[in-house]
């Protein structure tokens, strides 16, 4: 007769592998691209905003979600999730970074791998380390470890530039506010909430994911408040990692 009080062991789920990629990280990248270049140039030169309407304020939060995809591509593109060809992907990643407020890939890809192997560490650095981290200096301490001079001083000329060609207050609001706003969001939404505070020691990810709805995952940040999933399973686009939740 079997003993009752044995334990019943229950083999662990395995780990289904992601299909393949094909050409639809590429597909997602161009969309992405164009819809935030073409909607740029639109508001830059083809728009007359009337600002008390709310029309010009909603396009300026829909400027500031396609910035914000530029970067998650970019982000994508250091996983190597974008193309399975390194070329285009990194091609793709590299021209992503630049638009979005002038970012290097290279530098960008060591930093965010950075992350990823020592989360929550001294040597991570998203992170701030310390017992109880307020918003604003880890905001400061994130743009001192990834904001450069070259930087600031090439989305100072190209507003130069741009405010020849077109009028100031669409340069202002269309380009340079939704840059900002996009910073904010991808802060807020990917380094701030997920890792702040204590965790579980058994959490090896020192990360926390947003509760489960899939509409707001996707305009808060692309699905990376959905954020222990996308280190527990960094192969996954974007546009994959909601399956995970």
């Not at 992907?89 to 407020?101: E, K, V």
């Not at 100072?156 to 840059?179: E, H, S």
């Amino acid at each position: 007769m079997p003993n009752q009080s044995a334990p019943v062991l229950i083999a662990p789920a395995a780990r289904v592998a992601p299909a393949p990629l094909a050409g639809r990280g590429v597909a997602a990248a161009v969309l992405i691209l164009a819809s935030w270049g073409g909607l740029l140039a639109f508001l830059l030169a083809g728009y007359r905003p009337d600002w008390h309407s709310p029309a010009p304020y909603l396009l300026v939060l829909l400027q500031t979600h396609l910035y914000t995809g530029l970067f998650i591509t970019a982000h994508d593109a250091m996983h190597g999730v974008v193309s399975p060809h390194k070329r285009l992907n990194n091609a793709l990643g590299t021209i992503c970074a630049l638009l979005f407020a002038y970012n290097w890939f290279p530098n960008q890809i060591a930093k965010h791998h950075a992350h990823h192997r020592y989360v929550g560490t001294q040597d991570d650095p998203d992170f701030h380390p310390t017992d109880h981290p307020g918003f604003l200096p880890w905001l400061l301490r994130f743009a001192w470890n990834y904001v450069t001079w070259w930087q600031v001083l090439a989305m100072a000329a190209t507003y130069n530039v741009l405010k020849i060609w077109f009028p100031q207050t669409n340069v202002i609001a269309f380009w340079m506010v939704p840059a900002i706003l996009a910073t904010l969001q991808l802060f807020f939404f990917g380094t701030y909430l997920p890792h702040r505070g204590e965790h579980e020691e058994d959490n090896q990810h020192k990360s926390r994911s947003q509760l489960r709805h899939h509409v707001w995952a996707f305009v808060s940040c692309y699905f990376f408040g959905y954020h222990y999933e996308h280190h527990d399973q960094p192969y996954l686009p974007w546009w994959r990692l909601w399956r995970a939740k």
